[in-house]
């Protein structure tokens, strides 16, 4: 037998308020009325992750298309699961969407999980786990010099000195040096941190946004 509206609408609100208190206050939980404009919030658990509360129209990344004069601006009718989410403050939120469509209703249950935290925790524990050269590698010079010359030609190309350079342009240099394979060598982080100027937990960063933009 079909479940009625009420029972749908109870069980992803019970739904959404356990996933909440179980994965606790980064896991933002709510519930879309999707058959109406803008798809406003019914409920919502942990509303402090994206801002919101019951009644907003505004989505995770902070647009609100009712006010935009675009409620409309999309159907959505498939699940999205685990997706990336950059907020306009810079957060990352792992996003997943599931639909309930019943015969007059469409629901769908929002999962947000704000794992910026996560990202300073990650490089921490690759600075715990990283290893200098071995003794066979650091005594020769070869790849040293090498890697110098790779260092040389991409920076050539980005066509910036290190001092003028922008964010968008030292990650430009990163994947030229990816493609380069210049971070096969040993001592390539702490290298390349030396010639830009920054820390090498910055060369990390700069390397996991690239990858990640590769994928």
């Given amino acids: 037998m079909e479940k009625t509206q009420k029972e749908v609408l109870d069980f992803l609100m019970r739904t959404a308020e356990g996933l909440a208190k179980m994965f606790g ?4 939980t709510l519930i879309h009325d999707m058959s ?15 801002g919101r509360q019951a009644g907003s129209t505004t989505d995770i990344f902070g647009d609100d298309p009712v006010s935009q004069g675009n409620a409309e601006h999309f159907k959505l009718e498939c ?6 989410a950059i907020t306009k403050n810079g957060r990352y939120v792992k996003s997943t969407t599931i639909n309930y469509i019943g015969e007059n209703y469409h ?10 935290f996560l990202n300073s925790a990650m490089s921490t524990l690759e600075g715990l786990v ?4 071995d003794l066979h590698t650091a005594i020769s010079d070869s790849s040293n010099v090498q890697l110098e010359e790779i260092f040389k030609d991409c920076l050539s190309i980005v066509g910036k000195p290190v001092e003028a350079m922008k964010k968008n342009d030292r990650l430009q240099l990163i994947a030229l040096l990816m493609q ?10 702490t290298y390349v941190a030396e010639q830009l ?10 390397y996991h946004e690239v990858e990640a933009q590769l994928k």
Avoid: M, W
């Fill in 25 to 28: 206050h980064s896991c933002e």
């Fill in 36 to 50: 109406r404009p803008g798809h406003p919030i019914i409920a919502i658990y942990n509303g402090h992750v994206s």
């Fill in 79 to 84: 699940d999205i699961i685990n997706s990336l």
């Fill in 107 to 116: 629901y769908a249950l929002g999962i947000n999980f704000d794992y910026t």
């Fill in 130 to 133: 990283s290893i200098d050269d």
């Fill in 180 to 189: 380069r394979n210049a971070f096969s060598f040993q001592k390539s982080i």
């Fill in 197 to 206: 100027q920054v820390s090498r937990y910055t060369i990390y960063k700069y």
